[in-house]
């Protein structure tokens, strides 16, 4: 493994295979997470692909490479992590993504559709229910009455609401600590002003990239969006993971990785 952080815009890790010639799975966590979050997944893939992870802005070793940058966009955001694909000359990649990271995603293709190969999303979000929508215009308000770590760790609840889910739902709540009020409130306005737009410009039309949709037969928020979403689309997969919410590459790793896996192998063969 190589660490890297100085002299690119944001932290980065890459696992490399023996054969060169292996694809290159980018990493992309959701809000709150963190490299770290992807332990499970390096540990079933390293040495059959090569891996690259990297620490979203204001997240975890990637905050100091994000604080000249005053306000957060998902074309903003998408393009930081292309310069980072670029620093290392990989030509393509296969993007796996959970929660917001599948947004991230899909930006990432919007903006160089020829350099993302197939996409692997674990709770993919598509779209904003009545309940989400309020709470992402509201959001901000509420974080500043309440405090940004209150509020995110409310949001975790809310998302994850179960006994089952407390495993990973205290990953994501233990990782965003690491976060600042500063950090917080960027991410957050980007929640309120822009997400509901982006989501409706990236999900309204297919993609013609192979993509697999790995859902928690429990995530109450984002599943419905998803599946529909997903019966429009030919080319998207979905597997239902029965007893498991939202974050199913950390509630449910094992399944996730084999999954995932067989996916990945069988696109690129």
């Not at 890297?4 to 010639?21: F, G, K, M, Q």
């Not at 975890?60 to 620093?87: L, P, T």
């Not at 559709?113 to 959001?139: C, D, E, H, S, Y």
């Not at 019966?231 to 995932?260: A, P, Q, T, W």
Request: with cysteine; proline share 3%.
């Amino acid at each position: 493994m190589q660490n890297h952080s100085v002299n690119i815009p944001l932290y980065y890790e890459t696992h490399t295979a023996s054969d060169a010639n292996s694809p290159w799975l980018l990493f992309i966590h959701g809000a709150g997470g963190s490299t770290r979050t992807w332990r499970k997944q390096v540990e079933a893939y390293q040495g059959k692909f090569h891996l690259l992870l990297i620490d979203l802005p204001g997240h975890a070793r990637s905050v100091e490479a994000s604080q000249s940058q005053h306000h957060y966009d998902f074309e903003w955001i998408g393009n930081k992590i292309w310069e980072v694909v670029d620093i290392l000359h990989i030509r393509s990649v296969d993007i796996i993504a959970v929660s917001l990271g599948s947004i991230i995603a899909m930006q990432m293709r919007f903006s160089r559709p020829n350099a993302v190969n197939t996409m692997v999303f674990a709770g993919p979000i598509v779209a904003l229910n009545l309940k989400l929508r309020l709470l992402a215009r509201t959001g901000l308000t509420l974080a500043k009455v309440i405090g940004y770590q209150n509020f995110y760790a409310m949001t975790a609840r809310i998302t994850l609401p179960r006994n089952n889910h407390k495993k990973s739902r205290d990953i994501f709540v233990r990782e965003s600590k690491q976060i600042s009020d500063i950090e917080y409130k960027k991410w957050t306005a980007m929640y309120g002003k822009t997400l509901d737009r982006t989501l409706k410009q990236l999900f309204d039309k297919a993609v013609d990239a192979p993509i697999l949709f790995l859902i928690g037969a429990q995530d109450h928020l984002f599943m419905g969006p998803a599946m529909d979403y997903a019966k429009k689309c030919s080319n998207v997969i979905v597997e239902l993971v029965d007893r498991c919410g939202h974050l199913v590459s950390l509630e449910k790793s094992d399944i996730f990785n084999v999954k995932c896996h067989d996916f990945l192998v069988r696109k690129n063969s």
